[in-house]
């Protein structure tokens, strides 16, 4: 995948830099055989650096998105379609939240996550789904806190 950067200057704090690279997306067939369970093994590096007089937090993780979920008999939002001896419930997807890892960000000194074969499973998805890695950086200084990402590119699975 293409690696993603940008450079964030801080209204009266320092400048800070957030972007990631070498992704990888392995994907695989699910263990059981279900064509409602997307697998896939990422790695990459993720980094960031902030000026002098600055610090924060580095964030790595991937929003994982399915169109339309297998909800079963017992369903809940969305709609259900009934027929003799079986019940399927459907409704529309949604976008989680997958967090990898978080660092602290000394002042001064670039910092760097790298991840690697991690194992991200989508269950009773029946429609499309998509991962998109994500690397976000909440910089914090004595004069301005700040926050900036940097998305990649979005991957069907």
Request: glycine share 16%; charged share 15%.
């Amino acid at each position: 995948m293409a690696p993603h950067e940008k450079i964030f200057a801080a209204e009266g704090g320092p400048a800070f830099v957030v972007g990631h690279s070498g992704e990888t997306v392995n994907k695989v067939p699910p263990l059981n055989a279900s064509g409602t369970v997307r697998e896939v093994f990422v790695s990459g590096t993720a980094y960031s650096s902030v000026g002098e007089g600055g610090g924060g937090e580095l964030h790595v993780g991937y929003h994982v998105g399915c169109a339309v979920e297998l909800t079963g008999a017992s369903g809940g939002a969305g709609v259900t379609y009934d027929s003799p001896g079986y019940s399927i419930g459907i409704a529309p997807g949604e976008v989680a939240d997958v967090a990898l890892v978080d660092k602290d960000i000394v002042p001064g000194v670039p910092g760097r996550v790298v991840y690697h074969d991690v194992h991200l499973v989508i269950n009773g998805c029946i429609g499309p789904a998509v991962i998109r890695q994500y690397t976000e950086i909440q910089m914090k200084s004595d004069a301005v806190d700040e926050r900036g990402v940097v998305y990649g590119d979005p991957l069907w699975i």
